[in-house]
């Protein structure tokens, strides 16, 4: 629940001896020797976010980079292929390269773009995200993105319930709780020093909400570095967690009566170094408040146009829809939005506007796959800009307007949105059939688990009649 700071001036990245490697002839295996690293994680997510990879030993990183290691795709998950289709060939990042010495000494993740028959595979989570941004460059714009990620720390009981893994985190309303905090200090301090050791700028290591649940912040950047450092920060958290004997979820509602777990973008674009979300010289914003642009405005529009299809990629689990269904929670509020309003620094909002160099998407839940939301909000919010739309006065504090859409009930009454949003449905790298192989995936997921009967049938119907 930090805010997620926008600074004055766009913070310079820490030295990323992979950025400019390609254009310096310089290889994989020199950047991976260069730090000391012996294995090489090249990794990819199918469409549900699940990170894929195989354990590359450096005196093979020529052949990753040269396009030799295949995957079969069918096998790795939702990423659009049968089991008779051609491999799917890792091609590298090298700009991603990321030491993580604290997960096992001398290993890297290094983030690829999944190709078929020499292309970029168009179903391929990164390259629909980089596909989105391709076109916003088109209009001389560019996304850069902070990202919340909040999640639980759990153990899994042998009656197969969840139990909060610090078992003295029991408050109603434990949010930023010091002894909490400090409780966990251990494994908390860990993700921040990992995360700093990689520049990326960690700010702050809050509880959250609910119990068990935290949430570890850092610096915004450009739309695809965050998006990756959501699956790496994803992954560490993962492994470290589990060597201290914990489970970290990002599973969207874990507990019925807590508040539920979020992945809150924050949103701008600019136009190379110039932020375009301010109103120009501080000028009137037609008596909004808000000190945006009409640029911004018009992306506000656009989003909360395509509200209802967008919560297929930003809350695109049954479960999603227990969190942002919710009513209550032991803390008194969600912190979950249920229809598509905006107004200023009001988290009760689909659109919160904290200031205006930036805009806050909030219905975005732990589930969520970074390059499927950032690539599917930025296509609506440009649709808005194409369009001159207009969003109209923000809404007031816990206010939305009376014709506001609100946010569907359901999984599938979300994939029904997207079916019925051409935009949104040709947000996945412009083909609106990857939007509909995801939209029919999206069905089945939730009609296997409509089909099982859960305890709750049993007590309410077993002896109703």
């Not at 096998?75 to 089991?83: D, E, F, T, V």
């Not at 909004?288 to 642009?293: K, Y």
């Amino acid at each position: 629940m930090t805010s997620v700071a926008t600074p004055a001036v766009t913070p310079a990245p820490a030295p990323a001896p992979a950025a400019r490697a390609d254009a310096a002839g310089i290889s994989l295996k020199d950047i991976a020797r260069a730090h000391d690293v012996r294995f090489l994680l090249a990794t990819f997510v199918d469409m549900t976010g699940k990170p894929c990879a195989k354990l590359v030993p450096v005196e093979a990183a020529d052949q990753l980079e040269g396009g030799a290691m295949g995957f079969a795709g069918y096998a790795a998950g939702l990423i659009g292929q049968n089991p008779q289709d051609a491999d799917l060939i890792a091609v590298p990042d090298l700009a991603s390269f990321t030491p993580v010495p604290f997960i096992k000494e001398g290993l890297a993740i290094v983030h690829c773009d999944p190709h078929v028959d020499g292309k970029p595979w168009p179903y391929a989570p990164r390259v629909i995200l980089k596909n989105a941004l391709a076109r916003l460059a088109d209009h001389g714009m560019q996304a850069k993105v902070g990202a919340e990620v909040e999640y639980f720390l759990v153990n899994r009981n042998d009656d197969g319930t969840l139990s909060t893994a610090d078992t003295r985190d029991d408050s109603p309303r434990p949010c930023y709780d010091a002894r909490g905090v400090t409780r966990m200090y251990e494994h908390l301090a860990s993700i921040s020093t990992a995360m700093n050791s990689l520049g990326w700028g960690n700010y702050a290591n809050d509880h959250e909400d609910a119990a068990g649940q935290f949430e570890q912040n850092f610096n915004y950047a450009d739309a695809l570095t965050t998006a990756d450092r959501v699956i790496s920060l994803r992954y560490i958290l993962n492994i470290l967690a589990e060597q201290r004997g914990m489970t970290a979820t990002f599973m969207p509602k874990p507990f019925t009566d807590r508040t539920g777990t979020g992945l809150h973008f924050h949103l701008s674009l600019w136009s190379g170094a110039e932020a375009l979300f301010p109103a120009a010289g501080g000028a009137d914003d037609d008596g909004r408040g808000l000190g945006l642009s009409g640029l911004a405005y018009s992306f506000i529009g656009g989003i909360l146009d395509h509200a209802p299809a967008l919560q297929a990629f930003l809350a695109p689990t049954v479960n999603s829809y227990k969190r942002t269904g919710a009513t209550t929670s032991s803390s008194g509020a969600t912190w979950s939005p249920r229809k598509a309003s905006f107004g200023g620094n009001d988290r009760t909002h689909m659109i919160r506007v904290p200031d205006n160099n930036r805009i806050e998407l909030r219905s975005g839940d732990g589930s969520a796959n970074p390059y499927l939301a950032i690539a599917a909000a930025i296509a609506a919010g440009l649709d808005g800009v194409e369009s001159s739309a207009d969003p109209g006065m923000p809404s007031g504090p816990g206010e939305s307007k009376p014709d506001a859409h609100f946010l569907p009930a359901t999984l599938l009454h979300a994939v029904e949105a997207l079916r019925r949003d051409p935009v949104v449905l040709a947000s996945l790298s412009g083909d609106p059939e990857i939007g509909l192989y995801y939209a029919n995936a999206k069905e089945e997921e939730f009609l296997s688990w409509h089909n099982q009967v859960s305890d709750w049938e049993i007590r309410t119907y077993l002896t109703s009649i």
